[in-house]
């Protein structure tokens, strides 16, 4: 991952999509400073309400920060619940940790959280294995928003669900988003589902940020050759348009290819992208892309 | 009886299941066991040369029904035809013929291939398996199934490691392990859900070129169903054991009239900026297990259009309820 920036407003939904090993979920992890210990370099600053979170110390920021503001949803977390513990006694976990509610205030506060992910009250007295996936995966949102977070990550929340279920969980981020001015931050590989809640979207690809914009422009007038190509790979259930594919493969990001990353897949390839990775340039507003076609574009080139 | 969807012309077909049912013990206790009904009386045709996309989500049977229809299983109930030959109670010392006619492509390249072979042993296996791996003209077959799949140049690609490629180049590998013995029905069961989004399209339009040039006839299994729509020529939907919807892409994805293909199309996702701005119709509940199915029509307890008195009492069966359309519901 590398040069990677965005900001998130209260209240908004980021969407950070790109494929397989492109780094969107070291990005997620980053942010949670849960990074493992062998990442050779970490740079760059993370602010949240303008206090830069890289000055804590690590034990600030799990006293302060983490799960308090800014909380994550992680990918496949569901089979990670403990098997033989209730799962009310789960989610209420990091508040008996972290203040001194009593198990009472606690047990009532879990079911509270039940009722607003769309599960029944009674549910905190089941073992996971009586739940079902959308049952685990509304178990994990509550759990992420017990103590709650200003800030909530969520890393393919619906990856391992079935469509019409997937649907339903969509339905429940988009009500709490609204429900509790909730700023999100959406990791998928799935530009489609993004649409569904992201205000922003930012396209990854093999570690860099190829294009970041309003929902409206990703989704409809994408400028970067990558962003326009993952957009028309998806097979469409309305329209006859047949999908296209990008030829060849996601770089190994060990030796990534010099220039811009994109280059030895992009069909508009020419010189420049060969040598020197691009931009980003700004192209009006909070749109960003990092291509060469693009550094000449009305808005001027920027060599930030 | 010719089966449900069946084209008249009976020995057209491929494949044919009729009536087929596969049902599993389930252990309950020390003692009882509850049978399982993964699949459950369901009848489909695949003519030659054709491909049938078999779209459901995950516990529908669909997995089970291609076994069955590759004789890796055998059905409780029910027939299984390769053509005009019924193959249900074959044994597996008299399946050799059918073995080598009827290959399979899976989900997971990374681990339905041995990381310990070359790309040119994994390729040619099912040739040592049926007596052909030996001679020159072996290693030629072998170099012609990588370069029919795109992995040129061969001679580089052959003595690679699977730890070597990309997931898409692994699911070609297991594609020209598929095509190598020139087979006649080919199941494809999720062959690209663990595919990057970008490289899917290229895998479906190279299998649909391939099927082209050497003619077999597919049953393409995802839980994806506008792939379905460009990658099939018919398309069956299964809820939970059944068969709920037959059609061709049009009537199913453009017309659906079962209420639970109506709500799958719903579901899936298009990428659209006003998606944000509203929410999704859904049906409500998750599929129930295959040992708890509910009477009558399966899919009642979660319907939005269920009919008290009837919907729960009689099982529907799947008719023709416009031409080449079926569908299992008493709304029709």
């Given at each position: 991952?590398?040069?990677?920036?965005?900001?998130?407003?209260?209240?908004?939904?980021?969407?950070?999509?790109?494929?397989?090993?492109?780094?969107?979920?070291?990005?997620?992890?980053?942010?949670?400073?849960?990074?493992?210990?062998?990442?050779?370099?970490?740079?760059?600053?993370?602010?949240?309400?303008?206090?830069?979170?890289?000055?804590?110390?690590?034990?600030?920021?799990?006293?302060?920060?983490?799960?308090?503001?800014?909380?994550?949803?992680?990918?496949?977390?569901?089979?990670?619940?403990?098997?033989?513990?209730?799962?009310?006694?789960?989610?209420?976990?990091?508040?008996?940790?972290?203040?001194?509610?009593?198990?009472?205030?606690?047990?009532?506060?879990?079911?509270?959280?039940?009722?607003?992910?769309?599960?029944?009250?009674?549910?905190?007295?089941?073992?996971?294995?009586?739940?079902?996936?959308?049952?685990?995966?509304?178990?994990?949102?509550?759990?992420?928003?017990?103590?709650?977070?200003?800030?909530?990550?969520?890393?393919?929340?619906?990856?391992?669900?079935?469509?019409?279920?997937?649907?339903?969980?969509?339905?429940?981020?988009?009500?709490?988003?609204?429900?509790?001015?909730?700023?999100?931050?959406?990791?998928?590989?799935?530009?489609?589902?993004?649409?569904?809640?992201?205000?922003t979207v930012?396209v990854?690809?093999?570690?860099?940020l190829a294009e970041i914009g309003t929902a409206e422009t990703i989704l409809k007038e994408p400028r970067h050759p990558y962003a326009q190509?993952?957009?028309?790979?998806?097979?469409?259930?309305?329209?006859?348009?047949?999908?296209?594919?990008?030829?060849?493969?996601?770089?190994?990001?060990?030796?990534?290819?010099?220039?811009c990353?994109?280059?030895?897949?992009c069909?508009y390839?020419f010189e420049p992208c060969?040598?020197r990775?691009p931009g980003p340039f700004p192209l009006g507003g909070a749109h960003l892309a990092r291509c060469w076609l693009l550094q000449d574009s009305k808005h001027g080139p920027d060599q930030a | 009886?010719?089966?449900?969807?069946?084209?008249?012309?009976?020995?057209?077909?491929?494949?044919?299941?009729?009536?087929?049912?596969?049902?599993?013990?389930?252990?309950?206790?020390?003692?009882?066991?509850?049978?399982?009904?993964?699949?459950?009386?369901?009848?489909?045709?695949?003519?030659?040369?054709?491909?049938?996309?078999?779209?459901?989500?995950?516990?529908?049977?669909?997995?089970?029904?291609?076994?069955?229809?590759?004789?890796?299983?055998?059905?409780?109930?029910?027939?299984?035809?390769?053509?005009?030959?019924?193959?249900?109670?074959?044994?597996?010392?008299?399946?050799?013929?059918?073995?080598?006619?009827?290959?399979?492509?899976?989900?997971?390249?990374?681990?339905?291939?041995?990381?310990?072979?070359?790309?040119?042993?994994?390729?040619?296996?099912?040739?040592?398996?049926?007596?052909?791996?030996?001679?020159?003209?072996?290693?030629?077959?072998?170099?012609?199934?990588?370069?029919?799949?795109?992995?040129?140049?061969?001679?580089?690609?052959?003595?690679?490691?699977?730890?070597?490629?990309?997931?898409?180049?692994?699911?070609?590998?297991?594609?020209?392990?598929?095509?190598?013995?020139?087979?006649?029905?080919?199941?494809?069961?999720?062959?690209?859900?663990?595919?990057?989004?970008?490289?899917?399209?290229?895998?479906?339009?190279?299998?649909?070129?391939?099927?082209?040039?050497?003619?077999?006839?597919?049953?393409?299994?995802?839980?994806?169903?506008?792939?379905?729509?460009?990658?099939?020529?018919?398309?069956?939907?299964?809820?939970?054991?059944?068969?709920?919807?037959?059609?061709?892409?049009?009537?199913?994805?453009?017309?659906?009239?079962?209420?639970?293909?109506?709500?799958?199309?719903?579901?899936?996702?298009?990428?659209?900026?006003?998606?944000?701005?509203?929410?999704?119709?859904?049906?409500?509940?998750?599929?129930?297990?295959?040992?708890?199915?509910?009477?009558?029509?399966?899919?009642?307890?979660?319907?939005?259009?269920?009919?008290?008195?009837?919907?729960?009492?009689?099982?529907?069966?799947?008719?023709?309820?416009?031409?080449?359309?079926?569908?299992?519901?008493?709304?029709?």
């Amino acid at each position: 991952m590398d040069g990677v920036s965005f900001e998130v407003d209260e209240g908004a939904a980021l969407g950070i999509v790109g494929e397989s090993g492109c780094g969107k979920t070291s990005l997620g992890i980053a942010v949670m400073r849960l990074l493992p210990s062998n990442v050779q370099r970490f740079d760059g600053g993370i602010y949240l309400d303008g206090q830069d979170l890289q000055r804590l110390s690590k034990e600030e920021f799990r006293r302060t920060i983490r799960w308090k503001k800014i909380a994550m949803v992680f990918q496949g977390a569901m089979n990670s619940l403990n098997p033989v513990m209730r799962v009310g006694d789960q989610v209420a976990e990091p508040l008996l940790v972290a203040s001194d509610i009593g198990r009472k205030g606690a047990m009532a506060r879990v079911s509270d959280l039940l009722e607003m992910v769309g599960l029944p009250r009674e549910a905190a007295q089941r073992y996971p294995h009586e739940l079902s996936g959308g049952m685990k995966q509304r178990i994990l949102i509550a759990m992420a928003l017990i103590l709650n977070p200003r800030l909530l990550i969520m890393d393919e929340p619906t990856s391992a669900l079935d469509v019409s279920v997937q649907a339903q969980i969509m339905n429940l981020i988009k009500r709490l988003k609204v429900q509790l001015n909730l700023s999100v931050i959406f990791i998928t590989h799935d530009i489609a589902l993004a649409s569904d809640i992201c205000d922003t979207v930012c396209v990854m690809y093999a570690g860099e940020l190829a294009e970041i914009g309003t929902a409206e422009t990703i989704l409809k007038e994408p400028r970067h050759p990558y962003a326009q190509l993952l957009l028309s790979s998806i097979p469409r259930l309305r329209g006859r348009a047949k999908p296209a594919y990008i030829p060849g493969d996601t770089p190994d990001l060990v030796t990534p290819p010099p220039g811009c990353r994109f280059h030895p897949r992009c069909p508009y390839v020419f010189e420049p992208c060969r040598i020197r990775s691009p931009g980003p340039f700004p192209l009006g507003g909070a749109h960003l892309a990092r291509c060469w076609l693009l550094q000449d574009s009305k808005h001027g080139p920027d060599q930030a | 009886m010719p089966a449900a969807g069946s084209y008249r012309i009976v020995n057209m077909d491929q494949i044919r299941l009729e009536n087929v049912s596969v049902h599993f013990p389930v252990r309950r206790g020390l003692f009882k066991s509850v049978p399982a009904r993964a699949v459950d009386g369901v009848s489909l045709n695949i003519p030659k040369g054709k491909t049938l996309a078999l779209v459901g989500e995950s516990g529908s049977g669909k997995t089970t029904l291609g076994r069955v229809s590759l004789r890796l299983a055998k059905p409780t109930l029910g027939r299984v035809y390769f053509e005009d030959l019924d193959i249900t109670d074959l044994k597996e010392g008299n399946l050799g013929w059918f073995r080598r006619q009827a290959q399979a492509i899976f989900q997971d390249p990374y681990s339905s291939i041995n990381p310990f072979m070359k790309v040119e042993e994994i390729v040619a296996e099912p040739l040592k398996i049926h007596g052909e791996g030996d001679g020159p003209s072996a290693k030629e077959r072998v170099h012609k199934a990588l370069f029919d799949v795109k992995l040129t140049p061969e001679v580089e690609f052959a003595v690679k490691f699977p730890h070597m490629l990309s997931g898409g180049q692994r699911q070609r590998v297991g594609i020209a392990r598929a095509l190598i013995l020139n087979p006649k029905y080919i199941v494809a069961d999720e062959p690209v859900s663990m595919v990057d989004a970008s490289s899917r399209a290229e895998i479906l339009y190279l299998m649909r070129s391939l099927q082209e040039r050497y003619g077999p006839a597919f049953l393409y299994i995802t839980h994806d169903i506008a792939s379905a729509k460009f990658f099939s020529d018919r398309i069956a939907v299964m809820y939970l054991g059944r068969i709920v919807e037959l059609g061709s892409p049009e009537q199913v994805i453009g017309a659906p009239l079962h209420p639970y293909t109506a709500a799958l199309v719903e579901s899936v996702p298009e990428p659209d900026p006003a998606n944000r701005l509203r929410e999704r119709h859904v049906i409500p509940g998750e599929p129930p297990s295959a040992t708890g199915i509910p009477l009558g029509c399966r899919f009642h307890p979660r319907c939005p259009s269920f009919m008290k008195a009837k919907c729960d009492v009689i099982d529907p069966t799947l008719l023709e309820v416009r031409p080449d359309h079926f569908v299992a519901c008493h709304l029709y």
